[in-house]
Every structure is written in structure tokens, then in C-alpha cells.
Nanobody, 124 residues
């Protein structure tokens, strides 16, 4: 699976952005998908994940109520709607895919494929 993230940019505090991740391959619908982010000098942290069926989602506490992950298996795409953005949301955002299995979807070690990242900058 090859992943291509897009939709990042510069936005003011309180603004919104929608990130997209386009996936290649006919087996996209069988993968769990996740979004992670990495700020300068920090580790890559979990943001959100969605089950391959789209039924179950998980969020980091820091984004609950502000971010929404969704997917469209017909379009081989996963999205991250980000509202009420804060300066601390500034980071490079990565989408990732994992084969469904028992494990912790919040751990980056669980993911098998990664996109190249898209920069999100929130100005104060």
C-alpha cells in the first residue's frame, strides 16, 4: 500500500483544515488507518485511527471533540477533519496503514505503511 497525504497548510487559531490520505492498491478497505503527527524535536504521536470497516474510531485525548477521522473505501481515502485548531497542533501529519490484527492501534509500531507527511501550521 502506498499512501499520499495532502491538505496541510497555514491556518489561524480556531480555524479548520481537512487532511486527506490517498491510498493505492485494491486492498485498502482491509486496512486499519491512522493519523500521527510529529512536532519539531518531538516523537511521532498518535492522533486518530479508524477500523477497516469504518465502525470504530480512536482519538488521542488532546484532539477528542475537535478532530474527526473518516474513510471512504470506494475512493481508497481516509480523512482527518480538524476543527478549533490550536498552536500546539502544529506538526507534520502522517497517515499510516496497518493490517488488521490484535494490537494497540495507538502505537506507531503497529503500522506497516506510512505516507510522506503534510505540514500543518497553526498561528496564534
Amino acid at each position: 500500500v502506498q499512501l499520499q497525504a495532502s491538505g496541510g497548510g497555514l491556518v489561524q487559531t480556531g480555524g479548520s483544515l481537512r487532511l486527506s490520505c490517498a491510498a493505492s492498491g485494491r486492498t485498502f478497505s482491509s486496512y486499519d488507518m491512522g493519523w500521527f503527527r510529529q512536532a519539531p524535536g518531538k516523537e511521532r504521536d498518535f492522533v486518530a485511527a479508524i477500523h477497516w470497516s469504518g465502525i470504530t474510531t480512536n482519538y488521542a485525548d488532546s484532539v477528542k471533540g475537535r478532530f474527526t477521522i473518516s474513510r471512504d473505501n470506494a475512493k481508497n481515502a481516509v480523512y482527518l477533519q480538524m476543527n478549533s485548531l490550536k498552536p500546539e497542533d502544529t506538526a507534520v501529519y502522517y497517515c499510516a496503514a496497518r493490517r488488521p490484527r490484535v494490537g494497540v492501534v495507538t502505537s506507531r509500531a503497529e503500522y506497516d505503511y506510512w505516507g510522506q507527511g503534510t505540514q500543518v501550521t497553526v498561528s496564534s
